[in-house]
């Protein structure tokens, strides 16, 4: 699998993004889809979660403004970040794994190579 992560940028506080996530190569519906982030000097943490149907999963860090999505005639995941804030700037990743529900970076098998979020206040 083959992932390409898109969208980042530079935002105000309270302003909005929309992360994209291209997959190539295996089959991508039975896949999770995974976003996570990494801001200097932190460990890579899990944002948001999503099953080939549907089903998502949030860090609580994040409940509430952003939210995952994918389209899978695309083969495409998607993120909206929503009432962004300074501690959300970090290299956002995507990532997909067989298992649903994990939140662990290990646990995921292939990644794209991240895409930079700035915001400002």
């Known amino acids: 699998v083959q992932l390409q992560a898109s969208g980042g940028g530079s935002v105000q506080t309270g302003g909005s993004l929309r992360l994209s996530c291209a997959a190539s190569?295996?089959?991508?519906?039975?896949?999770?889809m995974g976003w996570f982030r990494q801001a200097p000097g932190n460990q890579r943490e899990f944002v948001a979660g999503?099953?080939?149907?549907?089903?998502?999963y949030y860090a609580d860090s994040v409940k509430g403004r952003f939210t995952i999505s994918r389209d899978n005639a695309k083969n495409t995941a998607y993120l909206q970040m929503n009432s962004l804030r300074p501690e959300d700037t970090a290299v956002y990743y995507c990532?997909?794994?067989?298992?649903?529900?994990?939140?662990?970076?290990?646990?995921?098998?292939?990644w794209g190579q991240g895409t930079l979020v700035t915001v400002s206040s």
């Open positions: 990532a997909t794994t067989s298992r649903y529900g994990v939140v662990a970076a290990a646990q995921y098998d292939y």
């Open positions: 190569g295996r089959t991508f519906s039975t896949n999770i």
């Open positions: 999503i099953s080939w149907s549907g089903g998502s």
